[in-house]
């Protein structure tokens, strides 16, 4: 069932996170929630100790104060937030700075893209679907969560957990 969660839940419920972000421009609360139930079930079906659990709880609490405080700050949005969170908790601190430095880096790529992309007109039928008008409306954010959903699915496979789920 570990295994389950490491290799089919966590990378779905990022695939979705993208998806929703790139097509409504917010991500769900569902998806949050399902990542900490994901986790739960993880730590009880890999024998995680007490500390383990509490040690990535510790890196979901910190990255979850320091992305509240992006949103209040208003850059970048509440789902953003939750689920760069929810993703801190399934990977633990070790590879967090590395998930936070790719997902800096992939969302300001993303970002660039954005920008060329509003500074010319739409052509033809892409100017007909609604998740393409709202990445070129100036008025609209980035969906950043296209860039922490990426970041996650390159750095979860140095996470301790993924090492030991891909060595058994």
Partial sequence: MASLCLLVLFPFLMAYAAAS????????????????????????TAGLGWSDVASHAGAFGLTLAVTFGLFCANQIGGGDAKVAAATALWLGFEPLLDYLTVASVFGGLLTLGVVA???????????????????????EGVPYGIALAAAALVVCPSAPLWRLALAA
């Fill in 21 to 44: 972000d790139l097509l409504t421009m917010t991500i769900s609360n569902r998806v949050s929630v399902l990542l900490i139930a994901g986790f739960g079930l993880l730590a009880l």
């Fill in 117 to 139: 992309l509003r500074r010319h007109p739409l052509p033809g039928f892409v100017a007909t679907l609604p998740f393409a008008l709202r990445l070129a409306d100036n008025r």
